[in-house]
């Protein structure tokens, strides 16, 4: 007998017959001894609708009310396939985010878990039942809903698979793991066996969304060993974890692509100390997440500097930037037409030339680089968003990655 936590994305429970085939594959799973935490999500694009709706009654929803508004794509699947098995003789109960004991911080629509009271869910797991819980959603000290960031649900299934103590955790969604790019872009991707914390996290927050980058974040601290693979057939995935085996033959392990994001460029502030303090200052108090910041060399006593924000988070930034910018002088203009392309592999560090053979492949592709960053295992790009796709089949080819 195991103690599992498995996770079902948008898709896999994306109407009924899906939940149903969810139900059937949990039964089975069950009848052979194991205990069962399951994960769900919302049907696949209800989060995104409800989002939409309320960006259609205003640009800048109140966060609370966000949060209240978003926790019921998850609490209308966790009935429903609590349900199915009930339907199918499973002895199942569905559990929100706060009764799964989730507790979190204050920061509506990304908050933090700061732990979680697993007592009740214990109790009805020894009890024999099987347990759904919402994912992406907690409760914080005073009993506010909140919630985990966009695909947030890996993150609940991660961080009770720690609480719990788990003996195996799995994420289900629509495709069979991790490759080395987007298969839905890149045809000839090819499936990881085995990718570390390390670069998981990068390709995750470089913008593979496979994981959410928080979820791969808390895995690697509680070292939390996941499965990536698919809820529509049973072909082994990819294992995250600490160390893997080859990690260092290869340069780049994958490539990712981000196209919601924004470029934001703040001209003709005043060269001088603190307004770069100013601005930034600024955006973090609105939570805003900045990525790729370059100053370019003042001239006459002024100077550009430009950056990257999540597309979702631009309506945020442009009010929160009006008052700096008052104070420093200049003016913002944000181009949403831009995508950023990285390559991610820990061989990097051991490697050079990587910079190189990426500037040469685009170039080749007549792919202009309008800014580019780098750490110890990533290098990025931002460009065109119209050429990414292109690019990024380009540039997977360049490294081989089709031939892995
Ligand atoms: P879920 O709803 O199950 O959480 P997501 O849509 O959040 O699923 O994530 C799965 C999707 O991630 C896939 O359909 C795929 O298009 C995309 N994806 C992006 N990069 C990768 C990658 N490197 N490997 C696998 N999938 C990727
Ligand atoms: N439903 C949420 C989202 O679409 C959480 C998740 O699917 O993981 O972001
Ligand atoms: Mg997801």
Known sequence: MARIVQKYGGTSV???????????RIKLVRDAGNELVVVVSARAGVTNELIARAKAITPLPSEREMDQLLAIGEQETIALTAMALHAIGVDAVSYTG???????????????I??????????????????????FQGT????????????????????????????????????????????RVVKDA????????????????????????????????????????????????????????????????GVAVDKDQAKVVVSNIADKPGTAATVFRALADASINVDMIVQNVGRGGLANLTFTVPLS??????????????????????????????????????????????????AKAGVNLELI????????????????????????????????
Do not use: W
């Open 14 to 24: 994306g109407d009924v017959d899906r939940i149903k085939n969810v139900a059937n």
């Open 98 to 112: 706060a009764q799964a004991g989730i507790v979190t911080d204050k920061v509506h629509t990304k908050a933090k």
């Open 114 to 135: 700061k732990g979680i009271d697993a007592k009740a869910l214990e109790k009805d797991l020894h009890r024999g039942k099987v347990i759904i819980v919402a994912g």
């Open 140 to 183: 914080d000290q005073e009993g506010q809903t909140t919630t985990l960031g966009r695909g947030g649900s890996d993150l609940t299934a991660i961080a009770l698979a720690a609480a719990i103590k788990a003996d195996k955790c799995e994420i289900y969604t629509d495709v069979d793991g991790v490759y080395t790019a987007d298969p």
């Open 190 to 253: 090819k499936k990881l066996q085995e990718i570390s914390y390390d670069e998981m996290l990068e390709l995750a927050s470089l913008g593979s969304k496979v994981m959410q980058t928080r979820s791969v974040e808390f895995a690697a601290k509680y070292g939390v060993v996941f499965e990536v693979r698919s809820s529509f057939n049973n072909n082994p995935g990819t294992i995250v974890k600490q160390e893997v085996a080859y990690m260092e033959k290869v340069m780049v392990r």
């Open 313 to 362: 988070e631009k309506d945020k930034a442009v009010k929160a930037l009006a008052p700096a910018l008052k104070a420093v002088g200049g003016e913002a203009t944000f181009d949403e037409k831009i995508a950023k392309l990285s390559v991610v592999g820990v061989g990097m560090k051991t490697h050079s030339g990587v910079a190189a053979a990426l500037f040469e492949a685009l």
């Open 373 to 404: 960053s780098t750490s110890e295992i990533k290098i990025s790009v931002v460009i065109a968003k119209d050429q990414a796709d292109e690019a990024a089949r380009v540039v997977h080819a360049a490294f081989g990655l089709d031939k892995l």
